[in-house]
């Protein structure tokens, strides 16, 4: 999965630990758990107050083979997949739970950003990963008759789905979860974490979700870099029992004019030109991590207007200056 948060770092500061730390590691004093590893290709890490460590090891292992179980609905880039199969055949019986869970969630954001969040943009990935892997290629990008039969496969409407089956309306859609699914993982993470027992810590895996506050009661502090190489943050933000994303055009590009980049707009094809980016404070990292992905391609009015319809939800915008501000 590309990672499109690193323009805007986000990281969560935990009470004298690291989340950057090795793969598993103990603060004895604080009773701190660092585990750090990979989700769907993104760094992820866990945090776990927890006075039994090895109560405290087991639930990372939950974590971890949770995570390699979803992997194997939502990958791209895994061939045996659902998310794979599903693409490459057009239709999929007997579909996974997470799988129909997960569109059921896509189909909020489309409807809550018009249509703006839209996961049926793979085809324009592929037009534009086609076009820019071609030796001697044209930088300006793909012909506008490319674009237009790209996006007549382009529509959330046009997927079909219940619990007995999923299906395109048209042959040639494809799916990504690139703009969802690590949210989705974050939040089960969580899940496992509560159920488990646990009542503080910070879960990262590809975005970053707080259970509770810090072991000290202060809520913890998610920081926003105003540039990829930042080494401090420009704004911190403190969240207790919510989740944060970022998305920016900067996170990956196809070209390097930063002329094509990974946010596609399901509108008209074009893409954010990464030089802001959007940081998103939401009840739930799925929440979090569509928002941020389609308030990437909108405008400061139109990303005001959601927010307003939909409680607890937090946008700030970093300018390519490197300011933070509320939106």
Request: proline share 4%; net charge positive; with cysteine.
């Amino acid at each position: 999965m590309i990672d499109r948060r690193r323009f805007i770092a986000i990281s969560a500061a935990a009470a004298g630990c690291s989340l950057l730390g090795q793969s598993v590691t103990e603060a004895s004093a604080r009773n701190t758990v660092v585990w750090r590893g990979k989700a769907l290709g993104a760094i992820a890490s866990l945090s776990i107050h927890h006075h039994d460590r090895a109560s405290a090891e087991r639930l990372v292992r939950q974590v971890v083979t949770e995570t390699e179980r979803l992997e194997q609905v939502f990958s791209l880039y895994r061939s045996d997949s659902s998310l794979s199969r599903l693409n490459r055949l057009g239709a999929l019986a007997a579909p996974p739970a997470d799988l129909i869970t997960l569109l059921e969630r896509c189909r909020v954001a489309w409807e809550l950003t018009d249509g703006v969040f839209d996961p049926t943009v793979q085809p324009l990935w592929r037009l534009l990963a086609d076009h820019f892997s071609r030796a001697g290629v044209d930088q300006s990008g793909p012909v506008p008759e490319e674009i237009r039969k790209a996006l007549s496969l382009v529509g959330f409407d046009k997927v079909v789905f219940d619990r007995n089956r999923v299906s395109f309306g048209k042959r040639g859609m494809a799916l990504t979860f690139n703009g969802i699914a690590q949210g989705y993982i974050t939040d089960r993470a969580v899940n496992i974490l509560r159920r488990g027992g646990i009542e503080t810590s910070i879960v990262d895996m590809g975005e970053i979700r707080a259970l509770g506050s810090k072991p000290d009661g202060e809520p913890w502090l998610v920081g926003i870099r105003g540039a990829q190489f930042d080494q401090e943050p420009h704004r911190s933000i403190s969240i207790v029992n919510k989740a944060a994303a970022t998305s920016s055009g900067k996170g990956f590009a196809f070209d390097t004019a930063m002329k094509y980049t990974h946010l596609l707009d399901p509108r008209d094809g074009s893409t954010a030109s990464g030089q802001e980016s959007v940081t998103v404070i939401a009840p739930d990292a799925v929440s979090a991590d569509a928002l941020s992905t389609a308030f990437g391609l909108m405008s400061r009015d139109a990303i005001r207007l959601v927010s307003r319809r939909r409680p607890g939800i937090q946008a700030f915008l970093t300018s390519s200056g490197g300011v933070t501000s509320a939106l």
